[in-house]
């Protein structure tokens, strides 16, 4: 049985005065009981910050990048290391934005999530197809190589480190979600992928949906086989909205 995660990637959004309210949403709307995981992801310059907000509450850090080296001359990177002994569990790597605006390409890709993995941080990878990829029916050979490039760099066996985040780049920021079915059946067929080079892996990888997630739709996306959380931007910084697609994840 996997847990559903829901993941929220603020991006560059945020100041102190926003996010301390945000926070306090949270936290007060926050049920103790509640089954799913929950993560938040600051830009990196307010982990400490947040960490200090979060208290004894049951909600994880993360963070948004990482510097595929361990340390050293790398003016302006932050390391797995640096993130791990600022609270973080968890790292999101290859989002799309990062692979369009940064020029990551899926070798360094491959090579952050073994740096978050060394770091004992849980790489959030983030794989999916542009529109013009979709239209021309390639949505699963994209998907595919962005993830068997982690596996032939690291080996099948380091997914089990893994979260993976299926985002349609056309549904991110854009209001347009991909239809309940449409994810499933992307989210299918990494699993189906996958079990091909390791059943138990398989079973056992937290697959989330990113794009236009919010309360009014999160419920059929979840209610998805194959779909085992969100990742979260544009709704991940209003709380009362946040909060509701935790509680439907239970
Ligand atoms: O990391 C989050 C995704 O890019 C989704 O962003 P969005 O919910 O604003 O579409």
């Not at 290391?81 to 020029?103: A, F, P, T, W």
Request: charged share 20%; net charge negative.
């Amino acid at each position: 049985m996997r847990t559903k995660l829901i993941a929220g990637n603020w991006k560059m959004h945020g100041s102190k005065p926003f996010i301390e309210s945000l926070m306090k949403g949270m936290t007060e709307q926050l049920d103790a009981s509640l089954e799913s995981d929950v993560l938040v992801c600051p830009p990196t310059i307010y982990i400490p910050f947040v960490e200090s907000l979060i208290g004894d509450h049951k909600i994880a850090l993360g963070g948004q990048n990482l510097s595929e080296q361990a340390q050293g001359a790398y003016t302006g990177e932050v390391s797995g290391d640096m993130l791990k002994d600022n609270g973080c569990q968890y790292v999101i790597v290859g989002h799309s934005e990062r692979r369009s605006l940064y020029g990551e390409m899926d070798v360094l890709v491959a090579h952050k999530v073994g740096k978050a993995i060394e770091s004992e941080l849980t790489p959030i990878l983030c794989v999916g197809e542009t529109l013009e990829q979709r239209e021309k029916g390639t949505t699963m050979q994209v998907v595919q190589q962005q993830l068997d490039a982690v596996i032939d760099a690291l080996g099948i066996d380091a997914l089990q480190q893994v979260v993976v985040a299926y985002e349609p780049v056309w549904a991110i920021g854009t209001g347009v979600t991909a239809s309940p079915e449409q994810a499933q059946e992307v989210h299918s067929a990494i699993r189906a992928h996958l079990r091909d080079k390791n059943a138990q892996i398989a079973e056992e990888i937290k697959i989330l949906y990113g794009g236009s997630m919010k309360a009014a739709n999160a419920e059929e996306l979840l209610a998805q086989p194959d779909i085992d959380g969100g990742l979260i931007g544009g709704a991940s910084l209003k709380a009362d909205e946040f909060i509701a697609i935790c509680k439907i994840a239970g």
